[in-house]
């Protein structure tokens, strides 16, 4: 099926079939074939809400099982899309601006979408985010269904942070000025959550970072200097599959034979984070 959009703003799709199962599908593309979302089935209906930046034609790709029937109904509601982030921006090449201080309202549209977002620094300094999550300490919801953020620079993860049942901020030390992304999505095939949330990010450059741990500081060779008698503050970024995880390493000069003495304190308040003494 073809829609056209005559201005910027929003679709929903709403595909209801007697079966009132999800063997039905909705897939809204645009004109150059990419994926905008996946609908998802809830109370017997599938349903997709997708922002469009531009007026043009879309496409909606039904697939199902041999002889579903359905019934196919396509809104159009105009929004203000600057405020919105703007699908397909599922990489670093197609990442939504986030501009600090102003809050952009997402959602991830299906199952392995990924939202990314860009914002740029002009000197080293503290970036805060602040994710408005749709889901609360009320809200039923699957231990596995979850929002993972994680920033990148240069390639590599500097940050994380997952959100389930509430809003979350973290902070991260900006070690120099330039490109940096963030990354939201649901690892987890089939917990998704298609809920619109909200990220603000901030930006301080006189903040002191020199008590935050900055990565990649994954071996020896790139560790942060820890001072005797002085705390630092850090985060294990990511933890996949198998033995693919973080390691933060610190580096202490010691000018004479004696005992070294470690406090490692969290938020969990559990014993989920480890440190080792090596020579």
Do not use: C, M
């Not at 649901?186 to 917990?191: E, Q, R």
């Amino acid at each position: 099926y073809v829609l056209n959009a005559t201005k910027p703003g929003q679709i929903s799709l709403t595909l209801t079939h007697p079966q009132g199962a999800s063997s039905v599908d909705a897939t809204l593309l645009d004109s150059n074939g990419n994926s905008l979302g996946t609908s998802t089935f809830s109370d017997g209906q599938e349903t997709l809400n997708a922002t469009v930046g531009s007026a043009g034609s879309y496409y909606v790709q039904i697939s199902g099982n041999q002889y579903d029937t359905y019934d196919l109904k396509a809104e159009f509601t105009e929004i203000d899309v600057s405020s919105t982030e703007i699908e397909p921006n599922n990489s670093l090449e197609t990442a939504d601006t986030l501009t600090f201080g102003s809050e952009l309202r997402g959602a991830l549209g299906s199952d392995g979408d990924d939202d990314y977002f860009k914002f740029t620094t002009d000197s080293a300094g503290l970036v805060t985010l602040s994710f408005d999550n749709p889901r609360d300490a009320s809200s039923s919801v699957s231990a596995l269904d979850f929002f993972r953020l994680s920033v990148e620079h240069n390639g590599e993860v500097i940050a994380s942070q997952n959100a389930k049942a509430s809003d979350v901020s973290f902070s991260f030390a900006a070690q120099e000025a330039g490109d940096y992304y963030l990354k939201i999505t649901n690892p987890l095939w089939g917990y998704v959550s298609t809920d619109e949330y909200g990220i603000t990010a901030t930006f301080d450059a006189t903040a002191d970072i020199s008590g935050l741990e900055t990565e990649s500081n994954d071996t020896t060779a790139t560790a942060d200097n820890l001072v005797f008698g002085q705390s630092i503050t850090g985060t294990i970024s990511y933890v996949s599959a198998g033995s693919v995880r973080d390691f933060d390493y610190y580096v202490l000069n010691a000018t004479k034979p004696g005992q070294i003495s470690l406090t490692l304190t969290h938020a969990q308040g559990a014993s989920s984070v480890d440190a080792t003494l090596l020579d």
